[in-house]
């Protein structure tokens, strides 16, 4: 039913910004979390940020708060994360997902709907 696509991943410098976009199409969206999750190699996916697209409520992990920003655009029907203060250990393939708003957390288990992934790079 949803449908997602990332884009805005690339190079960039310690300390530098990149601002992801997940581009979404399909049904029910006002139901839905959206989620940010990463993965670097060698290791599990892990919890980035969630906004419920109702609310505009927002959470984000402890290892990029006050650096990152989960946001939406109801007109372009798309979920942002803005990456600030950019650190080598940001560096993963970040994925887009979606999830019921009442059900999908900070597990990556509990969303139904994921995009392809778009690799960041930081530099050190």
């Known amino acids: 039913q949803v449908q997602l696509v990332e884009s805005g991943g690339g190079l960039v410098q310690a300390g530098g910004s990149l601002r992801l976009s997940c581009a979404v199409s399909?049904?029910?969206?006002?139901?839905?979390?959206m989620g940010w999750f990463r993965q670097a190699p060698g290791k599990e996916r892990e919890f980035v940020a969630r906004?419920?697209?109702?609310?505009?409520?927002?959470s984000y992990a402890d290892s990029v708060k006050g650096r990152f920003t989960i946001s939406f655009d109801n007109a372009k029907i798309t979920v942002y994360l803005q990456m600030n203060s950019l650190k080598p250990e940001d560096t993963a393939i970040y994925y887009c997902?979606?999830?019921?708003?009442?059900?999908?957390?900070?597990?990556?288990?509990?969303?139904?709907?994921w995009g392809q992934g778009t690799q960041v790079t930081v530099s050190s």
């Open positions: 997902a979606a999830g019921y708003a009442w059900y999908a957390d900070i597990d990556p288990q509990k969303y139904g709907a």
């Open positions: 906004i419920v697209w109702s609310s505009g409520y927002t």
């Open positions: 399909g049904r029910a969206f006002s139901n839905y979390a």
